[in-house]
C-alpha cells in the first residue's frame, strides 16, 4: 500500500487541497508514489506542473486516479464512492457522528475510512490535528471579516480633529479559534473579552492581553480530548445572562462554541442580540452545526431590525486557502509519514497503534471504531 491519489475537491465554495507540490514531493523521496486529478490545486494557487515537477502523475478523472490508488485522499468526503476498489485507506474529514448511512456504505464497500477529525488530541497526533490548523486560521479571519464590515476603526488613534476609541471585541469559546481570534483582535488595536465555561482557558486570555469574563456556572471543565463539555439547561441559562450585558456594550461579537459530534449550543437569543448597538457585528463560526446564534443563517447575512449584522462564519479557513492547503497539507503528510514502513515501502495500517484506532472507522467490510 503505497499509490496515493489526490483529488479534486467538488464541495459547494471548497478552495482548499489536501495535499501541496512540496510535500507531495518528500513523501515521493520516502517511497510513496502519487496520482493527482487534474486542476486540484487551481483555486490554492498550484498548477498541474508544479504537481507533476514534483513527481506525480497527473490524472484526468476520478476513475483514472481510483484505479491507480491503494490510498485516497481528499479534505471532504466524496459525492459517491463508485470506483474505489475494496481495500482502498480513504482518509479524508468525516462528519461520522451524523454519516451513518454514509460510513455503512464504506463499510459494505471494503473501504478503510479514516475521518481526520477523530484523530486523537495526544502530542504524539498534534502534527496531524486537522480541527487545530485550520480553526486557528478560521479563527484569524473571523476578526478580518468582522473588522472589514464593522462601520468603525478597531484601534484607538489620536488625531488633530479628536481621539477615536478602540472598538470593543467579545469573544465566546477559547479553544483554538477563539484563541486566534484574541491574538488577531488585540494586534489591531481592539479592547478584548472572551469567556469560555472552562476556568483553566482564563491565563492563556489574560497572557494575550484580554480580559476573561468570570461566570459562575458550577462545575464544568473539559473532556479528555480538550473540548469543553456540554452545559445543563440550567447552566447554559446563568450564561446567557451574563453574557447579555457584555454582547450590548461589543461593537464586534465572535462565538466559537461548539460541541464535537453534537448540535451547537445556543448563546446569543433574540432577545440577547437586540440589547446589542446598530452596526455590531456576530460572527457566529458554529452556524453550520446548528449555530450558537439565534437567526443566523449558513447561506446568507442576516441584517435584524435594529442594525446588527449577523454573519454566518462556516469554515473560514477557506478564505486563505494557500496558508490552509499549507497547513491541511503538513497535517496529512505527517500522517502518512508516521504510519510509513521504510523496510517494506508501504503504509502500514497498525491497529494497535493509538491514533489509528482513534481514527479508522471502518475495515474488513465492519465499522470498527468504538464510538462510532
Known amino acids: 500500500m503505497n499509490k496515493v491519489f489526490l483529488c479534486k475537491e467538488t464541495a459547494k465554495d471548497e478552495t482548499r487541497t489536501a495535499l501541496i507540490p512540496a510535500d507531495i514531493k518528500k513523501l515521493i523521496e520516502a517511497g510513496y508514489e502519487f496520482a493527482v486529478q487534474s486542476g486540484t490545486g487551481v483555486l490554492t494557487g498550484y498548477s498541474d506542473k508544479e504537481y507533476s515537477d514534483a513527481g506525480a502523475k497527473v490524472v484526468q478523472t476520478l476513475k483514472e486516479g481510483y484505479k491507480f490508488a ?24 468525516f462528519d461520522v457522528f451524523n454519516e451513518n448511512a454514509a460510513i455503512k456504505e464504506y463499510a459494505q464497500a471494503g473501504i478503510k475510512l479514516v475521518s481526520l477529525e477523530m484523530v486523537p488530541r495526544s502530542t504524539l497526533a498534534q502534527k496531524m490535528d486537522i480541527q487545530s490548523s485550520q480553526a486557528s486560521l478560521a479563527g484569524y ?19 488633530p480633529a479628536g481621539t477615536i476609541s478602540p472598538a470593543r471585541v467579545f469573544i465566546i469559546g477559547v479553544g483554538v479559534a477563539g484563541l486566534q481570534a484574541i491574538a488577531t483582535a488585540k494586534r489591531l488595536g481592539a479592547r478584548v473579552e472572551a469567556f469560555d465555561t472552562r476556568p483553566v482557558v482564563e491565563e492563556e486570555v ?3 492581553g484580554a480580559k476573561f469574563l468570570k461566570i459562575d456556572l458550577g462545575e464544568t471543565g473539559q473532556t479528555e ?3 469543553a463539555r456540554e452545559l445543563t439547561p440550567e447552566q447554559i441559562e446563568i450564561q446567557r445572562k451574563a453574557q447579555a450585558k457584555a454582547c450590548s456594550q461589543s461593537d464586534i461579537v465572535i462565538t466559537t462554541a461548539k460541541v464535537f ?11 440577547m442580540t437586540s ?21 443566523s443563517d449558513p447561506d446568507k447575512d442576516v441584517l435584524l431590525d435594529n442594525g446588527v449584522l449577523v454573519i454566518g462564519g462556516d469554515s473560514l479557513e477557506r478564505f486563505v486557502p ?8 503538513g497535517n496529512i503528510t505527517a500522517f502518512l509519514t508516521h504510519f510509513w514502513d521504510s523496510e517494506n515501502k508501504i503504509f502500514k495500517v497498525d491497529t494497535s497503534d493509538e491514533i489509528l484506532k482513534g481514527c479508522l472507522i471502518t475495515s474488513d467490510k465492519k ?6
Not at 459530534?261 to 432577545?271: D, Q, V
Request: hydrophobic letters at 45%.
Open 70 to 93: 491503494d490510498i485516497v485522499v481528499r479534505i471532504n468526503k466524496p459525492d459517491d464512492i463508485a470506483g474505489i476498489r475494496e481495500g482502498t485507506l480513504h482518509v479524508s474529514s
Open 322 to 329: 494557500k496558508d490552509a492547503s499549507n497547513m491541511f497539507s
Open 367 to 372: 465499522i470498527v471504531h468504538e464510538k462510532v
Open 141 to 159: 479571519y473571523a476578526v478580518v471579516l468582522a473588522a472589514a464590515r464593522l462601520p468603525k476603526l478597531l484601534p484607538m488613534m489620536m488625531t
Open 275 to 295: 440589547q446589542m448597538k446598530p452596526g455590531s457585528i456576530i460572527i457566529d463560526m458554529a452556524v453550520k452545526t446548528g449555530g450558537n446564534v439565534e437567526g
Open 261 to 271: 459530534g453534537r448540535k451547537a449550543p445556543l448563546l446569543l437569543t433574540k432577545e
Open 206 to 208: 489574560k497572557s494575550l
Open 225 to 227: 480530548q480538550g473540548y
